[in-house]
Structures are given as C-alpha cells and as structure tokens.
C-alpha cells in the first residue's frame, strides 16, 4: 500500500500564509530537547522580528529552555493560535524547525536588536537590561504549515523569506 503525502505543493498561498504567521507572532511555543534526559520540553516564550524577518526571543539564562539551548540549539517553534470561535484545528499554525543563536550582549547586532525588540514589544521595556536576559536568533531550516483540515504544506527555509511572498 502506498504512503499517501499529505503535503501540498508550496505555493504563494503557503508562503504568504507562513510570513503573516511569522510577521504576527508575539509569542509561540519553544521546543527544546531537556539536558541529560531523553525527552523534550516545551515553553511558551515571547517573540518579534529582527530587520531580515527572522524570528528572535528575549530570554533569562535562569530559564529551563535557555540552558537546554545552551546544551543543544536544536529546537522547534509553534506559532499561531486559534481564533475566539470554531474548532482550533481550523485555524492555521505553522511549526519551525530551528538552531538558536545567543547573541553576544556587548555586540552591535545586541543593540540593534534591542532597539527594534522594544519598538515592537515596548512592555520589554522593563527587564530588557537585566544582566541574566539576552536575545535569541532562530535560524530557520524549514517548516510545516498547516492552514486548517486538508490544507498542509513542507516549507524550505528559501520559502520562508520576507521577498518570497507576492501575495
């Protein structure tokens, strides 16, 4: 018998549909694999862009997930959530396979990171300078979408780009 592929060929749809989940993030779900054990653990983090549209996070060393990043930067991001109304598969979501990237505090990306963290989450405002806090760049290596029952999509990284989408 064969395997059916539910995967639907990557189209603008897909593509659009992927940057307006990602451009919309405020926050997702962050994936990581636990240190010495053999299982995963999830966290819900906050989440902006960076001026390329990447995906970047402002993190606490004395978090969980950042010393199992610290460990392996191998993780997962789940973005979008359901709307107020209907059943929550029918609402798209988009799952991103990823490496984290610590950002060197003193560096010049941490400042212009800074600047454009608090300009899109201002409430950062607050603990953005706390010694124990840095950012996070997530590095992207591909995707699933899904955009409701029936409709899913395997992502490249090359899809993902803010210039890919022309719808």
Same mark, same amino acid.
């Given at each position: 018998?064969?395997?059916?592929?539910?995967?639907?060929?990557?189209?603008?749809?897909?593509?659009?549909?992927?940057?307006?989940?990602?451009?919309?993030?405020?926050?997702?779900?962050?994936?990581?694999?636990?240190?010495?054990?053999?299982?995963?653990?999830?966290?819900?983090?906050?989440?902006?862009?960076?001026?390329?549209?990447?995906?970047?996070?402002?993190?606490?060393?004395?978090?969980?997930?950042?010393?199992?990043?610290?460990?392996?930067?191998?993780?997962?991001?789940? @973005?979008? #959530?359901?709307?107020?109304? =209907?059943?929550?598969?029918?609402?798209? $979501? %988009?799952?991103?396979?990823?490496? *984290?990237?610590?950002?060197?505090?003193?560096?010049?990306?941490?400042?212009?990171?800074?600047?454009?963290?608090?300009?899109?989450?201002?409430?950062?405002?607050?603990?953005?300078?706390?010694?124990?806090?840095?950012?996070?760049?997530?590095? @992207?290596? #591909?995707?699933?979408?899904? =955009?409701?029952?029936?409709?899913?999509? $395997? %992502?490249?990284?090359?899809?993902? *780009?803010?210039?890919?989408?022309?719808?």
């Amino acid at each position: 018998m064969a395997e059916a592929n539910p995967f639907r060929p990557v189209d603008d749809t897909a593509r659009g549909l992927a940057r307006d989940l990602i451009e919309g993030a405020t926050f997702g779900a962050l994936a990581t694999l636990q240190p010495g054990k053999a299982g995963p653990s999830v966290s819900r983090i906050s989440l902006a862009t960076d001026e390329a549209g990447g995906l970047v996070t402002l993190i606490s060393t004395l978090a969980d997930h950042t010393r199992a990043l610290h460990a392996n930067p191998t993780c997962a991001l789940l @973005i979008g #959530e359901p709307g107020e109304t =209907g059943d929550p598969l029918t609402h798209p $979501r %988009l799952t991103l396979h990823a490496e *984290a990237r610590f950002v060197v505090r003193d560096s010049a990306e941490h400042g212009h990171l800074r600047a454009r963290y608090l300009a899109l989450r201002p409430k950062a405002k607050l603990y953005v300078d706390f010694t124990d806090f840095g950012f996070v760049c997530f590095e @992207i290596s #591909e995707a699933l979408l899904n =955009g409701g029952f029936g409709k899913a999509w $395997r %992502l490249a990284k090359a899809d993902l *780009a803010p210039g890919q989408r022309t719808t």
